[in-house]
Every structure is written in C-alpha cells, then in structure tokens.
C-alpha cells in the first residue's frame, strides 16, 4: 500500500511540474476594459482557449512553448506573445481595429454584383484554386465587407467577425481571424493578407471518410512549405524531394542555406533568391527572405510575414494548410 501511494504521489508531481500553464488577463489598449471572450491559442494549431467574464484566461504551453501565443479578439488586432514565461501572470492590451471605410447597405443591383465579384477574387486568394479550395466553404460570408468606395485599385477587405470554414476536403473545420487584406487590381490581382488560424478536427467514425481525409491531407502535405521545412530541420534535403538551386541552377545542400544556433533553434539564411523543386527538373517554387534570414522549428513553424513565396507553393493557400501537429501516417 505505501509502495501504492509513493507511485501515484510521484505521478502527480510529474504531472504537476511538466505541466506548463501560463496565466493572464486580456485588456482595451485605450479603455483598459476587460475583453470578454478573446481567443488565446498557438496560430496553426489545435491548441487554444477563450478569456472568460473577467477576460482571464489560462493555457498549458507545454508542448508549444518555443512558439508565440496569439491573442484575437472580435474588434482588436491580433498580439503575438514571444519569450513566454509562466512565472508570473502576463496583461495583454489590445488595440481595437479601426476601418477606413464607410457603411454601405448592398441593396442595389449594381452593389450585389460587385459584391458578387469581390467575394469570387476575395475566395480565389485567400482559399487558393486547388481541388481542396473547391471543397472549401466560407460559412460566414455575411461578416465579410469591401471598400466599395475606393475599390477600383485596391480591393480592401474586412472581417467584422473571424472567418469560419468547413473544409470538406481534409477534414478541418478553421477559425481564421483576418488583420489585413489587400488585393492590387493593377498589378494582375496580386495580394497580401495576414491573420491567424486555429484548426478544429472532424473526429469522425466513419471509416470511409477518415480514409478520404487522410488521402487528401497527405496530398496537402508532401512538397507543401511544411514539409519542406521539416526536411530541411532534419538536415536530409539530399536525400529527399526537394532540390533547391541558386539563381545559376547550382544545386545547394542543407549546410549552404540553414544554420544552427541551439538543438532547438535553426535558420533559413541565403541572400538571393532560392528555386526549389520537388520530384522535378527545374523548379517549380520560389523563395526570398527580405530580412535575410528566417527562424523555423521542427513540426514546420517559420512566420510568414518574413519569407515571399513564388511559384506552386505560393498557390498552396488556406484550403491547404494543415495544424502542425500533423503528422503523416
């Protein structure tokens, strides 16, 4: 019986101190109210939770904690928290979203078609145009608003609430909480969007489905950005898919291009632009690093805002993101 309680006393310990649980309370920039209801999650994971009535919240980051914490609220920008610690509860101010734009009720003929028109390009860039963008559902067009007054150039776009999707193809239901949208019309429908996104699985227990959502996930997957940065933290690029060339075709290995502070922290670093190929001759992506270099992690996390995407994986947009604790099966 002592043997019995010295077990279980010594399971609760560990439970207790691998556990890392980080607490705080989620406040206006301005007015220093609380914020009620905000989203506190890890951006392209399962993991997250919601400030209650008093806007506090907490979290276990244990198996996340070398990644930011992303805040979102409805009305706010979103925060991302680095250097987390949980020695000491954290305040998060947020700075409430203010819209260049003026309400237009969409009741003319004239109005509906150009709302017509801008969800189709609004649909295009940000889902992409692959099979799963087909199979992918906005469930919430009505919070989505344009710039109907000065869209001729650059088409605007506002989310009053975040975007809901079903995505019927991989089998992810996606909250994605939109900061920006631009799309320049003189410059062939270019665009540039940021946001967050936390995913929901569809735990089904149909075998047939699971089977459906698993093809599709793995075809997501293999030459996606997330796979090619997990090839390149496990250092066997030549050995994979993956070729990357410099702007003379001259192939690179991983020691030309990522570099290694700790067992934990590695970089993409090379001053020009790379062209990357998988299962092809020439390549079929292109990257560029404008900071000049870009951390990632080893489930595939790098941030966005820091790399320029060209080419096949650039088409490769929300409809084809996967959580980063995916793993092929």
Not at 57 to 78: C, H, Q, R, V, W
Not at 162 to 182: H, M, Q, R, S, W
Not at 196 to 206: R, V, W
Request: glycine share 4%; with cysteine.
């Amino acid at each position: 019986m002592r043997e019995f309680v010295l077990i279980f006393l010594s399971l609760n310990f560990y439970l207790v101190t691998s556990a890392q649980v980080i607490k705080g309370t989620i406040l206006d920039q301005k007015t220093y109210e609380k914020i009620i209801g905000a989203y506190v999650y890890f951006n392209g994971t399962f993991v997250g939770t919601s400030a209650d009535q008093n806007g506090y919240f907490e979290l276990d980051i244990s198996k996340n904690s070398s990644m930011p914490l992303t805040i979102s609220a409805i009305g706010y920008y979103s925060v991302a928290l680095t250097d987390l610690s949980t020695s000491n509860p954290v305040v998060v101010y947020m700075k409430p979203k203010v819209y260049e734009m003026n309400d237009v009720v969409v009741s003319s003929k004239s109005l509906v078609k150009r709302r017509k028109s801008n969800l189709s390009l609004f649909r295009y860039a940000f889902l992409g145009s692959t099979a799963n963008a087909r199979d992918c559902e906005i469930l919430n067009e009505k919070d989505i608003t344009f710039n109907y007054e000065t869209d001729r150039d650059t088409l605007k776009v506002y989310a009053s609430k975040p975007i809901i999707l079903n995505n019927k193809a991989l089998g992810y239901k996606v909250t994605y909480f939109l900061d920006d949208f631009e799309l320049y019309r003189r410059e062939n429908n270019s665009f540039y969007f940021t946001g967050n996104i936390i995913f929901n699985e569809d735990l089904t227990s149909d075998v047939t489905k699971k089977q459906f959502y698993e093809s599709n996930r793995d075809e997501s997957y293999y030459g996606s950005r997330m796979h090619f940065f997990r090839v390149l933290w496990k250092g066997d690029l030549d050995f994979s898919a993956f070729k990357i060339r410099d702007q003379n075709n001259n192939n690179l290995t991983s020691k030309d291009i990522v570099f290694r502070e700790n067992s934990i922290s590695k970089y993409l670093k090379y001053p020009q632009k790379l062209g990357i190929c998988y299962d092809e001759a020439k390549p079929s992506s292109f990257i560029l690093l404008p900071e000049g270099d870009i951390y990632f992690e080893e489930n595939g996390y790098f941030d966005p805002l820091l790399i320029e995407w060209e080419g096949m994986m650039a088409q490769k947009r929300v409809a084809d993101w996967l959580p980063y604790e995916y793993s092929v099966k």
